[in-house]
């Protein structure tokens, strides 16, 4: 059932949940309507809930846009990251602001990796055992920036195309060197370097799809090498594609 208790946007564009505490979530939301248009009365950013969405408050105020198809902002995206070893740290990528940390579980924060050098973000994904914690960020022009808690921001994504609009990124949770990324019209893109570096395209079994756009990405939890990725079209006529792979990227096969 919906529950809008204090929920001051009109609808989200990612969700985080506590790894251990199923009622505190948190949700990335916008004031935008799904055409992009902003809606008067609605406010835009992260929304937090200690009782599994029964009420709700606001505790950051930065611009989450929803996109038409065919633009730059990932649907299925994620946002928010729980640091794996420190059970009260959670970062959050916005549209306006870079990449924000949070050292209560989301109640206040502060700016992490700055909006100048970030751009917009497409999607955000933490290394399942890093220590510190190391999060890999999908930025506007082609960029994964790996930002190091408390250390250095470096740009990352050798070998990935320059052109075309990179969607999301994926780390194989049993093993942490290699990981993913969708890349539009380019397909797949998979890097074992450990370092979002390295990238080459893992595309067999997936021609009649390339004509589209490779979005959505997910990783199996426990199976590793299980990679899934969805196809979509900027017109929406175009037909929708999903492909499964259960070798690491060695072949696909539609689903």
């Given at each position: 059932n919906p529950k809008w208790n204090g929920f001051k946007s009109i609808g989200g564009m990612s969700i985080g949940i506590h790894p251990t505490n199923p009622n505190l979530v948190l949700v990335a939301g916008s004031n935008h309507d799904l055409s992009g248009t902003p809606r008067a009365g609605s406010i835009a950013g992260i929304e937090k809930s200690i009782n599994g969405g029964d009420s709700w408050t606001m505790t950051n105020?930065?611009?989450?846009?929803?996109?038409?198809?065919?633009?730059?902002?990932?649907?299925?995206?994620?946002?928010?990251?729980?640091?794996?070893?420190?059970s009260t740290t959670v970062y959050a990528a916005t549209h306006d602001k870079g990449v924000l940390k949070s050292t209560d579980s989301g109640d206040n924060w502060t700016v992490m990796v700055s909006f100048a050098t970030t751009g917009q973000i497409s999607d955000m994904c933490i290394h399942p055992t890093a220590?510190?914690?190391?999060?890999?960020?999908?930025?506007?022009?082609?960029?994964?920036?790996?930002?190091?808690?408390?250390?250095?921001?470096?740009?990352?994504?050798?070998?990935?195309?320059?052109?075309?609009?990179?969607?999301?990124?994926?780390?194989?949770?049993?093993?942490?060197?290699?990981?993913?990324?969708?890349?539009?019209?380019?397909?797949?893109y998979k890097s074992t370097a450990g370092s979002a570096t390295s990238f080459s395209a893992v595309n067999t079994g997936m021609s009649a799809a390339l004509v589209d756009n490779a979005r959505g990405l997910a990783m199996h939890p426990i199976a590793t090498g299980t990679v899934y990725v969805s196809y979509d079209s900027s017109d929406d006529v175009a037909p929708f594609y999903f492909y499964i792979t259960t070798d690491a990227g060695e072949n696909w096969s539609q689903s």
């Open positions: 105020t930065t611009a989450y846009n929803r996109k038409p198809k065919g633009l730059s902002v990932a649907k299925g995206a994620s946002y928010f990251a729980w640091n794996p070893t420190t220590n510190p914690a190391t999060l890999y960020v999908v930025c506007a022009n082609q960029k994964v920036l790996e930002c190091i808690d408390g250390g250095a921001n470096t740009v990352r994504g050798d070998g990935l195309p320059a052109v075309g609009t990179i969607s999301e990124i994926e780390i194989d949770p049993i093993v942490g060197k290699t990981m993913y990324v969708s890349a539009g019209v380019n397909g797949v």
